[in-house]
């Protein structure tokens, strides 16, 4: 009985320093002056440009001073959950459309309706917006869009002889372009969609159908998830989209996809992110719009491709906000910013910085504008189980191209781990 | 001061030692000696284990306060996940390879190094070199231009490409490890150091033959550090992280045939936000290692020569 | 540097032994260094050709690699960054030399209650996979307010919480015949003197191995400064290298690539000033007068 009640005492205690610890957080005033910490993901040009945006918010508001951190998304994804389960998460951060759920639901995030006033949302789309609310209340805000794109290399595609891809094609024209492309190139025509949960997601989208229901559950039965893995596991063994060798080596990064490395004509991935491609392939990609269900519907859709939200426990909430606001709604911050963190969400500013958009920013404005208007609102945020099955999609598919299991198997087993991870 | 002479461990030096200090001075020396680790071992790391034990038992999902599930989490892993089983059997794989191949170069090198009369700095650098990078970014990328698909390997014997299949992944993983043998290396170095040339001189004079000598004075002086390797190497080899996370870009595929133990464990605790089951995989994993370590340990009485302990 | 040899042809059967032992090694070598030569390569491939090519060579040097990296990263030059590292790194090998060397010199020499359990235990602590125990350190460390310094990074070293050197050394020293300190124990030393001049200077192997090891480990040690440390002007080399590289936008591998040799310079110096010491070891210290 005696060591029952000493690791009760012990578990206790520890509890006290797990969830007790929060608050007293000192520091946040040096001289009078009122400190924030403010951190993003992105790559060095993404820092200089908001770093030069922050001195002139800290110019124009000289009571503030913003202490500024970023590193790469993979690493700045585990140095938050830490700060975050620390009770140190800095006062606004930039987030991801998977991590609203998740940080908002475990108290991470302030509700902006807090400090009303403080931030004009009035020029935001209110789709968009709504991406940012986890039952019904606003905890992030959008701060820029980006779509998916079908990106291909524009001069062998054109000397393949192969009709390129026109607005509103569907899924069955796509992959007979990428047979097409395959016997006229001998290379397959793109990455195998089927290891993607955002192309699984538009394909479904086309037929009327959502990843997640409106209660957070799932949206799709194992029947769908089949009848689209066997759909991309045909096109692989034909030899129409890229093998499961050259599938596996995508690692986030546009230099390690199949058309990155020379071996597929195409890819679908984010519009902004396919700038990379510019480097390795000098004559040039062009940005198509993905392909929509048989009967038209649209699949892809305007998503935020980031967010500002601030902690909870902010020690100066207001200032916080101010931080937010600078950074979505000022027309000089915009200037600076440009597109580095994609197209703007706030459609005034969005028009202009438009002329002052260049080369592939320009690109990028230019395939959002064409696409504009014929879409479907987005889905509100994923639930948070969502970060884990995003990888476990990719694992389950893995067993279907490396021909260990039948897509039906790996569609049950897909089923079977998301309702288990939607459950708790 | 006087000169302390080095007796040999092969004749024991018996001296006639003047009254010890008594015991409790002698104990007390003992902690004035430990006590930083103490103070670190108390606050940095008995406090993060019990927390990490009793966070085995909830579902501690890094946001919200953890609920106590009881053994959930185990009963969970062993008897509902099959990818925590694939995962197992990657890691042994990888111990059965890693570890052994790793050590035999390692004792091989710096056995060679050791009589070596020129250039043997040279030589020590340079075999050192890989293990100088660590399995970074970088290193990891070139890892995988080697064996891939039209890679050096692939060039110089046809292979194919390694790490994009399920089968030969783990292999270029391990080869990765292996490459960075550096560390038991010095450590090897470090303890041929130590062993007094007045053994291998004694032995030269009773014309004993280079093998003689290699088994009944290199083997035996060495053991304390061959057991030391041994013993890391397969606890660090058990929990492999850095190089499968850096080669397979955090996934552990092709098809989880790199989804190594820690690697899973930090694909549940921080991408899935279930640090109650990570935790529970972490104990359950110091469990496995720590019975292993014991069996060596248990083994090392009957090879593992202790001058210290030479006489006694 | 590579020696060939030249021995007077009498004592041909040895120098046969030794030119194969030469060739063995050299032979050895090429392979070894060829993923260093592939990295060295690497970092002056234009970005076309940094991830895309499996050629070795590149087409063309690309010396603006090294000029971006040398830029540093958001404001911060490349000597901020180094010497950030290098006061951590150079914080960590002193803190490890002593603390683990004086819990060494307990676990191995002296006897104390409870001493196998608490080695058992000591050895225990490497066996928890340390992602299992980040989030409670961290929030230790929170609480102590050490976060964004270079505590978090240092400290634990003075603290022997690095069981793997504390082992090592007991290691070296349980080889150290026990007469050492009974004959010392004849000239009047208590245990303090027999440790500094008698067991320490015969240790030194180990801790010159010690030294180099953590030297290396700390300085490449992402996980750790990339949790702790917050401000970018407190950021290291290899948290830096690393911000070349970010999936969701545009990569800059060459300037990584670029950025992972300079960072390699100093270790690389680090290592060959110390394991001159490796070489001396015994022959030095073996007598003491």
Same mark, same amino acid.
């Given at each position: 009985?005696?060591?029952?009640?000493?690791?009760?005492?012990?578990?206790?205690?520890?509890?006290?320093?797990?969830?007790?610890?929060?608050?007293?957080?000192?520091?946040?005033?040096?001289?009078?002056?009122?400190?924030?910490?403010y951190?993003?993901?992105?790559?060095?040009?993404?820092?200089?440009?908001?770093?030069e945006?922050?001195?002139?918010?800290?110019?124009?508001?000289?009571?503030?001073?913003?202490?500024?951190?970023?590193?790469?998304?993979? %690493?700045?994804?585990?140095?938050?959950?830490?700060?975050?389960?620390?009770?140190?998460?800095?006062?606004?951060?930039?987030?991801?459309?998977?991590?609203?759920?998740?940080?908002?639901?475990?108290?991470?995030?302030?509700?902006?309706?807090?400090?009303? &006033?403080?931030?004009?949302?009035?020029?935001?789309?209110?789709?968009?917006?709504?991406?940012?609310?986890?039952?019904?209340?606003?905890?992030?805000?959008?701060?820029?869009?980006?779509?998916?794109?079908?990106?291909?290399?524009?001069?062998?595609?054109? %000397?393949? &002889?192969?009709?390129?891809?026109?607005?509103?094609?569907?899924?069955?024209?796509?992959?007979?372009?990428?047979?097409?492309?395959?016997?006229?190139?001998?290379?397959?025509?793109?990455?195998?969609?089927?290891?993607?949960?955002?192309?699984?997601?538009?394909?479904?989208?086309?037929?009327?159908?959502?990843?997640?229901?409106?209660?957070?559950?799932?949206?799709?039965?194992?029947?769908?998830?089949?009848?689209?893995?066997?759909?991309?596991?045909?096109?692989?063994?034909?030899?129409?989209?890229?093998?499961?060798?050259?599938?596996?080596?995508?690692?986030?990064?546009?230099?390690?996809?199949?058309?990155?490395?020379?071996?597929?004509?195409?890819?679908?991935?984010?519009?902004?992110?396919s700038?990379?491609?510019?480097?390795?392939?000098?004559?040039?990609?062009?940005?198509?719009?993905?392909?929509?269900g048989?009967d038209?519907?649209?699949?892809?859709?305007?998503?935020?491709?980031?967010?500002?939200?601030? %902690?909870?426990?902010?020690?100066?909430?207001k200032?916080?906000?101010?931080?937010?606001?600078?950074?979505?709604?000022?027309?000089?911050? %915009?200037?600076?910013?440009?597109a580095?963190?994609?197209?703007?969400?706030?459609?005034?500013?969005?028009?202009?910085?438009?002329?002052?958009?260049?080369?592939?920013?320009?690109?990028?404005?230019d395939?959002?504008?064409?696409?504009?208007?014929?879409?479907?609102?987005?889905?509100?945020?994923?639930?948070?189980?969502?970060?884990?099955?995003?990888?476990?999609?990719?694992?389950?598919?893995?067993?279907?191209?490396?021909?260990?299991?039948?897509?039906?198997?790996?569609?049950?087993?897909?089923i079977?781990?998301?309702?288990?991870?939607?459950?708790? | 001061?006087?000169?302390?002479?080095?007796?040999?461990?092969?004749?024991?030096?018996?001296?006639?030692?003047?009254?010890?200090?008594?015991?409790?001075?002698?104990?007390? /020396?003992?902690?004035?000696?430990?006590?930083?680790?103490?103070?670190?071992?108390?606050?940095?790391?008995?406090?993060?284990?019990?927390?990490?034990?009793?966070?085995? *038992?909830?579902?501690?999902?890094?946001?919200?306060?953890?609920?106590?599930?009881?053994?959930?989490?185990?009963?969970?892993?062993?008897?509902?996940?099959?990818?925590?089983?694939?995962?197992?059997?990657?890691?042994?794989?990888?111990?059965?390879?890693? =570890?052994?191949?790793?050590?035999?170069?390692?004792?091989v090198?710096?056995?060679?190094?050791?009589?070596?009369?020129?250039?043997?700095?040279?030589?020590?650098?340079? *075999?050192? /070199?890989?293990?100088?990078?660590?399995?970074?970014?970088?290193?990891?990328?070139?890892?995988?231009?080697?064996?891939?698909?039209?890679?050096?390997?692939?060039?110089?014997?046809?292979?194919?490409?390694?790490?994009?299949?399920?089968?030969?992944?783990?292999?270029? =993983? /391990?080869?990765?490890?292996v490459w960075?043998?550096?560390?038991?290396?010095?450590?090897?170095?470090?303890?041929?150091?130590?062993?007094?040339?007045e053994?291998?001189?004694?032995?030269?004079?009773?014309g004993?033959?280079?093998?003689?000598?290699?088994?009944?004075?290199?083997?035996?002086?060495?053991?304390?550090?061959?057991? *030391?390797?041994?013993?890391?190497?397969?606890?660090?080899?058990?929990?492999? *992280?850095?190089?499968?996370?850096?080669?397979?870009?955090?996934?552990?595929?092709?098809?989880?045939?790199?989804?190594?133990?820690?690697?899973?464990?930090?694909?549940r605790?921080?991408?899935?936000s279930?640090?109650?089951?990570?935790?529970?995989?972490?104990?359950?994993?110091?469990?496995?290692?720590?019975?292993i370590?014991?069996?060596?340990?248990?083994?090392?009485?009957?090879?593992?020569f202790?001058?210290?302990?030479?006489?006694? | 540097?590579?020696? +060939?040899?030249? +021995?007077?042809?009498?004592?041909k059967?040895?120098?046969?032994?030794?030119?194969?032992?030469?060739?063995?090694c050299?032979?050895?070598?090429?392979v070894?260094?060829?993923?260093?030569?592939?990295?060295?390569? +690497?970092s002056?491939?234009p970005?076309?050709?940094?991830?895309?090519?499996?050629?070795?060579?590149?087409?063309?040097?690309?010396?603006?690699?090294?000029?971006?990296?040398?830029?540093?990263?958001?404001?911060?030059?490349?000597t901020?960054?180094?010497?950030?590292?290098?006061?951590?790194?150079?914080?960590?090998?002193?803190?490890?030399?002593?603390?683990?060397?004086?819990?060494?010199?307990?676990?191995?020499?002296?006897?104390?209650?409870?001493?196998?359990?608490?080695?058992?235990?000591?050895?225990?602590?490497?066996?928890?996979?340390?992602?299992?125990?980040?989030?409670?350190?961290?929030?230790?460390?929170?609480?102590?307010?050490?976060?964004?310094?270079?505590?978090?990074?240092?400290?634990?070293?003075?603290?022997?919480?690095?069981?793997?050197?504390?082992?090592?050394i007991?290691?070296?020293?349980?080889?150290?015949?026990?007469?050492l300190?009974?004959?010392?124990?004849?000239d009047?030393?208590?245990?303090f003197?027999?440790?500094?001049?008698?067991?320490?200077?015969?240790?030194r192997?180990?801790?010159?191995?010690?030294?180099?090891?953590?030297?290396?480990?700390?300085?490449?040690?992402?996980?750790?400064q990339?949790?702790?440390?917050?401000?970018?002007?407190?950021? +290291?080399?290899?948290?830096?290298?690393r911000?070349?590289?970010?999936?969701?936008?545009?990569?800059?591998?060459?300037?990584?690539?670029?950025?992972?040799?300079?960072?390699?310079?100093?270790i690389?110096?680090?290592?060959?000033?110390?394991?001159?010491?490796?070489?001396?070891?015994m022959?030095n210290?073996?007598?003491?007068?």
């Amino acid at each position: 009985m005696s060591w029952r009640s000493r690791a009760a005492a012990t578990a206790l205690a520890l509890c006290a320093v797990l969830a007790g610890c929060s608050e007293g957080d000192g520091s946040s005033s040096v001289g009078g002056k009122v400190v924030l910490r403010y951190t993003w993901w992105g790559n060095p040009d993404r820092a200089a440009r908001t770093q030069e945006a922050v001195d002139l918010f800290e110019k124009k508001n000289p009571g503030i001073e913003v202490q500024t951190s970023f590193s790469g998304y993979d %690493a700045y994804k585990q140095k938050l959950a830490t700060q975050a389960a620390g009770g140190d998460a800095p006062d606004v951060m930039q987030l991801d459309y998977r991590m609203i759920d998740q940080y908002a639901s475990g108290g991470v995030l302030m509700d902006f309706a807090k400090q009303q &006033g403080a931030l004009d949302t009035g020029e935001f789309d209110k789709g968009l917006l709504a991406t940012g609310k986890v039952d019904g209340k606003q905890y992030a805000i959008p701060q820029a869009r980006g779509t998916e794109t079908v990106v291909y290399d524009t001069e062998q595609w054109k %000397a393949s &002889g192969v009709e390129p891809p026109r607005q509103g094609w569907t899924w069955s024209e796509w992959a007979d372009a990428m047979r097409a492309l395959a016997e006229k190139t001998g290379k397959p025509g793109a990455t195998d969609p089927g290891q993607s949960e955002d192309a699984f997601e538009i394909w479904l989208r086309g037929q009327g159908k959502a990843l997640y229901t409106k209660d957070r559950k799932l949206g799709f039965t194992a029947d769908d998830l089949a009848r689209w893995w066997t759909f991309t596991d045909k096109l692989r063994r034909e030899g129409a989209v890229s093998s499961a060798e050259q599938t596996t080596q995508i690692d986030g990064t546009v230099e390690n996809t199949p058309l990155g490395r020379g071996t597929a004509l195409s890819d679908t991935n984010w519009d902004a992110p396919s700038s990379g491609y510019l480097a390795i392939i000098p004559s040039g990609v062009t940005l198509a719009p993905m392909p929509a269900g048989e009967d038209g519907t649209p699949g892809q859709y305007f998503k935020p491709s980031m967010f500002m939200g601030v %902690a909870a426990d902010a020690s100066h909430p207001k200032e916080s906000v101010r931080l937010v606001d600078f950074m979505l709604n000022d027309a000089e911050a %915009a200037k600076i910013l440009g597109a580095t963190r994609g197209i703007p969400v706030n459609e005034t500013l969005r028009d202009a910085i438009a002329p002052e958009l260049k080369d592939f920013d320009k690109t990028v404005y230019d395939f959002q504008a064409s696409v504009e208007g014929k879409l479907n609102a987005p889905p509100q945020a994923p639930p948070s189980g969502d970060s884990a099955l995003q990888t476990t999609f990719q694992r389950d598919y893995d067993q279907v191209s490396y021909e260990r299991m039948s897509p039906r198997e790996a569609a049950e087993n897909y089923i079977t781990e998301a309702k288990a991870e939607l459950r708790s | 001061m006087t000169t302390t002479q080095l007796p040999t461990a092969a004749e024991p030096r018996r001296v006639e030692v003047p009254k010890k200090p008594p015991r409790r001075q002698r104990e007390g /020396a003992a902690w004035v000696f430990l006590s930083p680790w103490v103070l670190g071992a108390c606050v940095l790391t008995l406090l993060p284990m019990a927390v990490s034990f009793y966070l085995s *038992f909830t579902d501690y999902d890094l946001f919200n306060s953890p609920n106590w599930v009881g053994l959930r989490n185990y009963t969970q892993m062993f008897t509902e996940d099959p990818r925590y089983w694939r995962s197992v059997g990657a890691t042994l794989m990888y111990v059965v390879i890693a =570890v052994p191949l790793q050590l035999a170069l390692a004792l091989v090198v710096a056995l060679a190094l050791k009589n070596m009369k020129h250039g043997r700095a040279f030589y020590r650098s340079a *075999f050192y /070199a890989p293990s100088l990078l660590g399995a970074s970014m970088s290193i990891a990328l070139v890892w995988r231009a080697i064996f891939n698909d039209g890679g050096t390997v692939d060039n110089l014997f046809g292979t194919g490409g390694w790490v994009n299949k399920p089968g030969w992944a783990l292999f270029a =993983v /391990a080869l990765l490890t292996v490459w960075q043998f550096g560390a038991p290396m010095v450590i090897f170095l470090a303890g041929l150091q130590q062993i007094p040339g007045e053994l291998y001189e004694a032995a030269e004079v009773d014309g004993a033959s280079r093998w003689r000598q290699f088994l009944s004075i290199t083997v035996p002086m060495l053991s304390p550090v061959i057991f *030391f390797n041994l013993v890391l190497q397969t606890i660090q080899a058990f929990q492999v *992280f850095t190089p499968a996370f850096a080669v397979s870009a955090g996934k552990g595929g092709p098809a989880d045939s790199t989804l190594f133990y820690t690697l899973y464990l930090y694909d549940r605790g921080f991408v899935a936000s279930h640090m109650g089951y990570a935790s529970a995989m972490a104990w359950v994993l110091l469990i496995a290692i720590g019975a292993i370590t014991a069996v060596l340990f248990r083994t090392s009485r009957s090879w593992v020569f202790y001058a210290s302990e030479g006489d006694r | 540097m590579t020696t +060939t040899t030249s +021995t007077p042809a009498v004592r041909k059967p040895i120098a046969w032994r030794r030119v194969a032992l030469h060739a063995g090694c050299l032979a050895a070598l090429l392979v070894m260094l060829y993923p260093l030569a592939w990295l060295l390569a +690497t970092s002056l491939k234009p970005a076309t050709e940094v991830i895309a090519s499996l050629d070795l060579l590149p087409s063309k040097l690309e010396w603006s690699n090294y000029k971006t990296a040398l830029d540093g990263v958001n404001d911060v030059s490349v000597t901020q960054l180094l010497t950030n590292s290098l006061l951590i790194a150079g914080g960590a090998v002193i803190g490890n030399v002593i603390s683990c060397s004086l819990a060494a010199y307990a676990f191995a020499r002296l006897r104390f209650r409870f001493r196998g359990p608490l080695f058992a235990f000591m050895i225990a602590t490497i066996m928890l996979p340390h992602h299992a125990v980040l989030i409670p350190q961290y929030i230790i460390f929170n609480q102590l307010g050490m976060v964004n310094t270079y505590w978090p990074l240092i400290l634990p070293k003075f603290l022997a919480t690095e069981a793997f050197f504390v082992f090592l050394i007991v290691q070296f020293m349980r080889g150290l015949p026990r007469e050492l300190e009974e004959a010392a124990r004849i000239d009047g030393c208590g245990p303090f003197r027999s440790f500094f001049s008698v067991i320490l200077p015969l240790t030194r192997p180990a801790l010159i191995t010690t030294a180099i090891f953590t030297f290396i480990w700390t300085w490449n040690d992402f996980f750790t400064q990339l949790i702790y440390l917050f401000s970018p002007e407190k950021f +290291t080399l290899t948290l830096a290298l690393r911000s070349f590289v970010d999936a969701s936008s545009t990569s800059a591998f060459g300037p990584m690539f670029a950025m992972s040799v300079i960072a390699l310079l100093p270790i690389v110096l680090f290592f060959l000033a110390f394991q001159r010491f490796l070489v001396e070891g015994m022959a030095n210290s073996g007598i003491k007068g």
